[in-house]
């Protein structure tokens, strides 16, 4: 699935300052059925969003109006648990194009940058200043710049830096994926194969 | 040279190029596929308009959402069905091995693997799914990866990956009575918490871990990922070799010994250093069981609950959203609460010996009645060795009956789900809220620790059964 390229953002949060969301929170096992990639955000955080008759959960954040924009602030180790990216899919299908934590479980991670959603690790005092300021003002931005690496958080004029492996980051910026990578040395990976005598 | 741990010695020999500044092109020699996390990379590879670059080194099953009951019959949910369909129709599109649903040799993907002789010592092995760390037991690499890298496997057998850390976890010593593999692992994740190994691949060694068998050492590289180790490794020994000599059918006398010479390499040289080396004694281990909503949240079975958290300057909304969810408070004492269910299967203990476990316990006893128990195989074959060792007729005098396999109420993606608000005291591998039903309430404890609460209703010290 092609997806959007990413370099400069500019947008408002949604704080989530839970720990060790595991991915069965993000889309529960039930929801796994499909066998597209599309249409997850419906079901992102179902059982939090939504009480067991069906009706919105007013208390849960994403159905708290104030709050909205592309970048999701969550606790730290985000996406601990099972291995399926329709945790991923769910979280980009809804809207998000960013999520900012002070860690994230490896195969997240992964699956993220493999799908245009970017992971952001900050210190995680930052991270606990930006929900603090989010939450009193659900209006202000964060200041996204991919390419330098670079995040401006609202009442700060300093940008923070973070870490992002240089392969990774041109995939993003150029919507390119590991498969096309990975596809374009096919010889090399034929030679491999010959050397170590498997096939 | 230099000195290299285990987990060096199989990435470097599988690293086929090295991208400045990036991640490494890792060869992956065994790939494990099932009907939830393939349909989307199959898709993928019929829009590009490209075939399975290497089909004989993936193995497909059908495992996480089909019945335990009835199995011969059509699958009653409509997008399950589908699904195993689909999975069917790409691997004969494709010519992937399958062991679908009622093969002889069908079952949980991790279960399977190993039984029937494709997990071998030095291999990169991957599935999607996070449990595929369970195949570390035999001294491979094994790891969980997400949909889209299924596809990068499927199309070129190859992955992406960074290397991680590595981390030597020493259980030395002897364990106690009722202790097993399983509470080893639940004490050293408590101790780590769940995302305390994020970032490093384990490799577990000492004189406790030597003495297990297979089965128990799989239950342990099982649950690495619960603390968020990329994923966990045993060296393979003797008993590896014993295990596998049954396993691997065709090979003449000489061909065994040639992999044996490679494989006995297989292990971490003397003196090696690790990014972090953590040093536990067996004997300080008792029987475990969680609390809250991850797996991190244990403690012993006789333990009280904490009263925080942990962090005493910090704010403990996780940790009482949790006990919240579980409906205990900080402090309570677990032991002799009642529960309503009782789960014995999955990838971390659907196993054979997790069956003789379990009936050595209840066996002469009656279950208590409160309990509704799902006792589910973890394959075909470990349902009929349970037959044919006898095990059956000890569960069904008991009062138990015996399902047929899948992952079941693990994920409960099938029918086999924990009504809300009822606590289940479950021998699978996570407590997540919902895991195994919406509000369903998770313990997770050992099939000794089960079986004590199947037959008291209550939760038990399985030590007091033990003599
Ligand atoms: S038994 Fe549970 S953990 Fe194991 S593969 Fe199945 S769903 Fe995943």
Redesign the pocket.
């Known amino acids: 699935m092609p997806k959007e390229k990413i370099n400069k953002l500019e947008s408002t949060c949604v704080p989530l300052p839970i720990e060790n969301i595991d991915t069965d929170q993000i889309i529960p096992?039930r929801f796994l059925t499909a066998t597209t990639r599309e249409g997850f955000g419906e079901n992102l955080f179902r059982d939090w969003r939504y009480n067991k008759d069906g009706s919105a959960n007013k208390s849960f954040i994403l159905n708290n109006k104030a709050f909205s924009g592309k970048v999701l602030i969550a606790g730290k180790n985000f996406g601990c648990g099972?291995s399926r990216e329709h945790a991923v899919w769910a979280i980009y299908d809804y809207g998000f194009r960013v999520v900012i934590s002070s860690f994230f479980a490896d195969i997240f991670k992964n699956n993220s940058l493999n799908n245009g959603l970017l992971p952001i690790i900050l210190p995680e005092d930052l991270v606990l200043n930006l929900i603090q300021a989010v939450q009193n003002d659900p209006g202000v931005k964060v200041k996204i710049n991919l390419e330098e690496q670079k995040i401006e958080l609202p009442g700060s004029r300093k940008a923070y830096q973070f870490e992002i492996n240089k392969y990774k980051k041109d995939c993003m910026i150029n919507g390119f994926n590991d498969i096309d990578y990975l596809l374009n040395i096919k010889n090399k990976i034929i030679g491999f194969e010959e050397k170590k005598g498997i096939t | 040279m230099k000195a290299k741990t285990l987990f060096e010695k199989i990435w470097d020999s599988h690293a086929v190029y090295s991208i400045e500044d990036g991640p490494e092109v890792l060869y992956i020699d065994q790939h494990y596929i099932?009907e939830v996390t393939s349909p989307q990379a199959f898709k993928g590879l019929d829009d590009r308009g490209i075939k399975v670059f290497r089909p004989k080194r993936t193995l497909a099953t059908a495992?996480?959402n089909i019945p335990t009951k009835d199995q011969h019959l059509t699958i009653k949910e409509e997008l399950s069905r589908l699904q195993v369909e689909k999975l069917t129709e790409n691997c004969k599109k494709h010519k992937i091995n399958l062991f679908g649903l009622n093969h002889k040799k069908n079952g949980?993907?991790?279960v399977i693997g190993p039984e029937l002789g494709f997990t071998r010592p030095g291999m990169t092995i991957v599935c999607g799914?996070?449990?595929t760390s369970t195949h570390g037991a035999f001294g491979t690499i094994a790891f969980g990866i997400g949909t889209s890298e299924v596809e990068m496997v499927l199309a070129t057998q190859c992955l992406l990956q960074t290397k991680p850390k590595t981390m030597r976890i020493n259980v030395n010593g002897d364990l106690k009575k009722g202790v097993t593999s399983k509470d080893i692992i639940m004490y050293i994740i408590a101790k780590l918490t769940s995302g305390g190994a994020t970032g490093y691949f384990v490799e577990y060694a000492g004189t406790a871990i030597e003495k297990l068998s297979m089965e128990a050492r799989m239950t342990i590289c099982?649950m690495s990922i619960e603390m968020g180790a990329r994923g966990g490794l045993i060296a393979p020994d003797k008993i590896t070799f014993a295990y596998l000599k049954k396993r691997i059918g065709k090979l003449t006398d000489k061909e065994w010994e040639s992999q044996l010479r490679k494989w006995k390499k297989l292990k971490s040289d003397p003196g090696v250093k690790f990014d972090k080396e953590i040093k536990i004694q067996a004997s300080d281990i008792n029987p475990m069981i969680t609390f809250g909503t991850n797996p991190g949240m244990a403690i012993t079975v006789t333990g009280n609950i904490p009263l925080s958290g942990g962090l005493e300057d910090k704010k403990d909304e996780s940790f009482l959203k949790s006990l919240n969810y579980m409906g205990f408070k900080p402090g309570d004492k677990l032991a002799g609460r009642k529960v309503d269910y009782v789960f014995l299967?999955?990838?971390?203990n659907?196993r054979i010996e997790d069956f003789r476990e379990f009936a050595s316990l209840v066996k002469g006893r009656k279950k208590a009645s409160n309990i509704t128990a799902l006792l589910v195989p973890?394959s075909k074959l470990v349902e009929e060795q349970v037959k044919r060792e006898g095990l059956l007729e000890i569960l069904n005098d008991a009062g138990f009956e015996l399902r047929q396999p899948?992952?079941?109420s693990?994920?409960a993606?099938n029918e086999d789900k924990i009504p809300a608000g009822k606590y289940a005291v479950s021998t699978?591998?996570?407590n997540f809220e919902g895991r195994q039903g919406p509000g369903a309430r998770t313990l997770l404890a050992s099939p000794l620790t089960a079986a004590a609460a199947a037959i008291t209703g209550k939760i038990t010290d399985p030590s007091e059964f033990i003599n």
């Open positions: 096992a099972s | 099932h495992d996480h949980i993907v991790h799914d996070s449990h099982n299967g999955s990838c971390t659907g973890g899948g992952c079941s693990c994920l993606m699978s591998n996570r």
